[in-house]
């Protein structure tokens, strides 16, 4: 049997639909020959994949975008500071989760607006430039930056299929948005690729099976399916402070895993009123 490599993917939507019919003791309206395809497990394994894939960090998933440049002129109908989102994704994709964009400046840049890389961070240069990382605002909180003119932009919101920058910039720029990608499916769902790692198969598939549940109406089965999944109502309403946990409470997401051993870094910072 082979090891999983890392980020690898190992099973496709088809393979487990055995796992879903299982926890629904193998009811023979629970079919993929349904003429509903809402009513088919591959369906309910791709709404499975939806939540969990929005709501927590998969290594599958996740990806540097393309290096883009931002400059006067260069944004959506000639902005200065809103960007197409698509810009800063790879082609046809869209995310769930992201890292703050990476801004990269020549050091004598970071210099004129006060800031100065230490040693270390040197070393990380790549062609004499160094990255920055943005901050977010609110749409509310950025308006004032977005209007001033030739500064460096140091802050981010999204606003619909835009990005904003503020200040505005005052000469081009290269960004990278790393990201997590919205989990894709192939128009035969069956063959579809199931981007999460092994040790969540089961929930996926749990996922799944609940929902079918509902649907085929057998009501207490899916409510047993969610608190093992989940946890007891007092689990889910106290935040995980009381209460019996479900499953995903025991397992560990990979930067979780990756960090267990290091030191945790605090950046220092003030907001302006």
Request: glycine share 8%; hydrophobic share 35%.
């Amino acid at each position: 049997m082979s090891v999983q490599q890392p980020a690898s993917v190992t099973i496709t939507i088809g393979g487990l639909i055995n796992k879903v019919a299982a926890y629904l003791q193998n009811r023979q309206d629970a079919s993929e020959s349904q003429t509903n395809p809402e009513m088919r497990p591959s369906t309910n394994l791709r709404d499975s994949l939806r939540e969990l894939t929005q709501k927590y960090v998969f290594e599958e998933l996740r990806k540097p975008g393309p290096l883009a440049t931002i400059g006067p002129g260069l944004g959506s109908q000639g902005s200065n500071w809103s960007y197409p989102i698509s810009m800063f994704l790879n082609a046809g994709e869209d995310y769930t989760k992201m890292e703050d964009p990476v801004i990269f400046l020549t050091p004598q840049q970071a210099q004129q607006v006060g800031l100065s890389p230490a040693p270390p961070l040197a070393l990380l240069t790549t062609s004499n430039l160094v990255g920055y990382s943005m901050n977010y605002l609110t749409p509310k909180a950025i308006q004032p930056d977005l209007f001033i003119p030739g500064g460096v932009p140091f802050q981010y919101t999204r606003f619909g299929n835009q990005f904003w920058f503020g200040s505005q910039p005052g000469q081009n720029y290269n960004v990278y948005v790393p990201y997590q990608q919205r989990h894709p499916f192939s128009s035969n769902l069956v063959d579809s690729k199931v981007y999460v790692p092994e040790d969540w198969f089961e929930i996926v598939s749990m996922g799944a099976a609940e929902r079918l549940a509902y649907k085929l109406r057998w009501n207490d089965q899916a409510v047993s399916l969610h608190q093992a999944m989940w946890g007891d109502p007092d689990y889910e309403k106290s935040g995980g402070e009381e209460g019996r946990p479900g499953l995903i409470a025991a397992l560990t997401l990979q930067p979780e895993r990756d960090r267990r051993l290091s030191p945790v870094m605090i950046t220092v910072g003030a907001s302006r009123y």
